[in-house]
Antibody
């Protein structure tokens, strides 16, 4: 069974950094692209970016709204994907979801974690 | 403002059928597969339909997807109160040579 567990969320002050982790199990982690999506309270879904599998050079793509501030990486030996968030703003307050794609290149975002809440406030 | 356009809400009585539309452009729906997600209250989104019309295992055939041109539709038949949720469409978008994933704004389904 595919399982994705996000961790690392919690209250953070504006301007600070935070790193979220997504620990995967139940599949060969290195074979699949991994994405991050967030959902602000009471709002819709917003794609943050993704990282392809090593078969596709582990390349990344980001949403324009976070490019340059957020970085996605992966450690296939540990089956973990990361979302490094810098210079956080109050508008970054959201539940952050980790998602596994259907392929190593991308494909449909198929399996979702339960999410981790990141409130950004002073 | 979402790149993909969905109606904010739809409603229908139990046992009936409802459709949810998702409108995009040639840079997303027109040239890429459409995916649909169901988000029950307080839960994470769940994959409902992928590659326009395919259902993952475990998703009942009451749920169906279709695509025509730059629009897609999610259909739900035999509505149940447990279907009350937010539904989102999504697709890859290749505008200006930059790849990104775009979502619709979501549609709240009420089963009256």
């Amino acid at each position: 069974e595919v399982q994705l567990v996000e961790s690392g969320g919690g209250l953070v002050q504006p301007g600070r950094s935070l790193r979220l982790s997504c620990t995967a199990s139940g599949f060969t982690f290195g074979d699949y692209a991994m994405s991050w999506v967030r959902q602000a309270p009471g709002k819709g879904l917003e794609w943050m970016g993704f990282i392809r599998s090593k078969a596709y050079a582990g390349t990344t793509e980001y949403a324009a709204s976070v490019k340059g501030r957020f970085t996605i990486s992966r450690d296939d030996s540990k089956s973990i994907a990361y979302l490094q968030m810098n210079s956080l703003k109050t508008e970054d307050t959201a539940v952050y979801y980790c998602i596994r794609g259907n392929t190593g290149y991308g494909g449909a975002m198929a399996y979702w974690g339960q999410g981790t809440l990141v409130p950004v406030s002073s | 403002q979402s790149v993909l356009t969905q109606p904010p809400s739809v409603s229908a009585p139990p046992g009936q059928k409802v459709t949810i539309s998702c409108s995009g452009s040639s840079s997303n729906i027109g040239n890429n597969y459409v995916t649909w997600y169901q988000q029950l209250p307080g839960a994470a989104p769940k994959l409902l339909i992928y590659d326009n019309d395919k259902r993952p295992s475990g998703i009942p055939d009451r749920f169906s997807g279709s695509k025509s041109g730059t629009s897609a539709t999610l259909g739900i038949t035999g509505l149940q109160t447990g279907d009350e949720a937010d539904y989102y469409c999504g697709a890859w978008d290749g505008s200006l040579g930059v790849l990104s994933w775009v979502f619709g704004g979501g549609t709240r389904l009420t089963v009256l």
